[in-house]
Structure formats: structure tokens, C-alpha cells
């Protein structure tokens, strides 16, 4: 059942991350680019996990874990950039 | 009985993944596109984080929880950035389907 | 005991995000995170200006809860609209005046309608008064404020604020 789903789940995944992928170059403006790339980290994480899952280990959970922060702090500090025209006052 | 909890939680959260990504790419203005990524993609990987706490939990080697310190962060972070995007959308004045509180823009951010 | 414990729920927290990071309950990591969860606050104090009270837990419980089903529920909503034509959508920009006066309350309520029914919180006006809250699709904004403040506000009110 699950050698099933798990390819499947990956497809779907893939597929989210180039719809986010053909956002982040069409734009049009500032914020789309920057929320498509702070969806394209929340699906690196989901791969991530799936990967994790398929090969059976829990190796991949750290790489997981760094990505969700970096990429919060990422989007934090363009967004702040967006707002300010600067990022540290 | 495990392997179709399993299957679903990773369908569902595949699903969901996808469907946050659709609405990325096909809603018309930034203000509605916001709302796939936030809601759909936030609880699509979480179901697949619980389904990864799940699995590696049930293979003998003890319970494995840290997926859902993973699962708490995106929960809490996600608003935060939905928030802060949708603030620097209104202070660039992005074009909207809705019409714009004018003045509760001006009155707020200011220039 | 204030002194010594400048933020009584803070480190528990912490201490369980640590066990959750370790993600192990031995003694030696309980002790570790009881330790750091007593330490970090002291050297963060300046950033915690407010000591957070809960003076209700059951109805916070509760509000949880909710919060945790509602999230399933818009998720299907979104998805429907998603999926649905895009020409159809209302979007609209709704203000919803605040009561809530605690900082940690208000962000929580921000975070509560941005995960909830089709909302995003886009702006906090400056005397946080009221929360700029964008509708993905809505006939009746006065009806969704309404929504929002008897649903969400008045329990977060109950547990951060003393009556």
C-alpha cells in the first residue's frame, strides 16, 4: 500500500513545487515572488518528510527542521525589506 | 489497519500540498493568492509530518516526536509571514479584487 | 519566586520543546531542558516585557480544541474555493474592532483567523484597536466581523484578561 502512495505523494509534490516555481518567475510583483518562494521551503520540507519515509530513516528530520526556520527568518527579513527599504535599522 | 492510516495521512497531506500550490498559481490578485499557501500547504505538511511521526514510531525503536516540534513551528510561523506579506502588499498599494480601505491603509502605514 | 522565575509557563515550554528536540525522555535530557528552560528566559528577560497569565486553562483547553477543528474545516473550505472558478470569488477587506487589550492575545488572534474560515489578518492598526482581516469570499463582512470577535476574541479575552 504504501510503495503505492508514497510515488504518488511525490508526484503531487513535485508538481506544487514547479506551480510555485512558474509563480516565482511570472511575479508580477515583489510579495507574489517572495510567497512563492516561502511555499517552495514549506515543500522542500514536505519532500523532505517523504524521502525520510521512503527510505526509512530519520536522518532527513534536521535538514527539515533547518529549513523551516531559515526559510521563516528568509521571509521575515524580505517582507521587513519590502517595508523598510532596510532590513537592520 | 496501520498502513491505510499511514497512506491516507500522506494522501491528504499531498493533496493539500498540491491544491495551496494550485491556488498559488491560478487565483487572480496577491490578497486571495495568500490564502492557499497559508492554510492548504501549512496543514497538507503537517499531515505528512504526522504521518512521519507515526511511521517511525511504530517501528520498534521507541516513539518518535520531534516531527511535531516541526509540525508546531510551521503552525506558528505561517501566519506570521502570511501577515507580514500582506503588510508589505498594502504599503506597495497592490492591485486588489476587493476594494482597498483607503484610509485604514493610510491612517496605518504611512509614509 | 518572581525573582527567581521571571516566566512560570515559558519554561515548561521550553523544556519541552528541548525533550521534543532531543526527542528522547531520558533523566539526563529532562534535567538538561528543565535547566535551559530556566536559564533562557533569564537572558532573553528584556525581550518579554509582559509575564503572561492564563486565568482560565480549562476555557483555553477548549479554545484549542475549536481552533484545532475549525483549521481542518477551513482547509476544506479553501480547497473548495481553490478548486471552484476563480471568477466567482468576493474577496473583501473587513476591520474587526478589537477589545483585546494583552499583546499576546491580539497576535494570537491574528494567527487563530489567519489558520481559520477563509481569513488573513493583513494589518494591526498602530493603537491596536483594530485587526485589517482579508476574506477570501464573503457576501456579508459585518457578519463575518461578528463571527470573528464572538468566536475567537471572547474566548482569548476569558483566558489572557481578568475580568
Redesign the interface.
Known sequence: ??N???P???A??V???A??F??LLRGP????R???L??LY??A??LL??L??HL?S?LY?EA??LI??MG?VG??AL??Y??RGDIIE | ML??L??FL??T???F??I???G??RLRD?YT??HG?TKA??L??GS??I??AV??ST?GEGI?L??V??TL??FI??P??AH??S???L??R?KSLAALPEEAVQKNIGD | MHRLLPHPILAPALAGIWLLLANSLAPGQIVLGLLLGWAIPFFTLRFWPEAVRIYKPLTLLRFTAMVLLDIVRANFTVARLILGNPQRLRPAFVIVPLELRSELAISLLANTICLTPGTVSALLAPDNKSLLVHALNTTDPDALAATIKQRYETPLKEVFEPC
Open positions: 500500500m504504501l503505492v502512495v508514497i504518488i505523494a511525490f503531487l509534490v508538481a506544487a513545487a506551480l510555485n512558474w509563480r510583483s515583489a510579495p507574489d517572495i510567497l512563492a516561502d511555499t514549506v515543500n520540507i514536505a518528510v517523504l525520510g519515509i526509512g530519520a528530520f527539515a527542521l523551516a526556520l521563516f521571509t521575515v517582507c521587513k519590502l517595508l | 498502513d491505510y499511514l497512506s500522506i494522501l497531506g499531498a493533496i500540498t498540491f495551496g500550490s494550485l498559488l498559481a496577491f493568492r495568500l499557501p500547504t501549512t497538507g505538511v505528512l509530518l504521518a512521519s511511521f517511525f517501528r518518535s520531534h516531527e516540534l516541526v513551528f510551521l510561523t505561517a506570521v509571514s507580514l506579506l503588510k508589505a502588499a504599503h506597495l497592490l
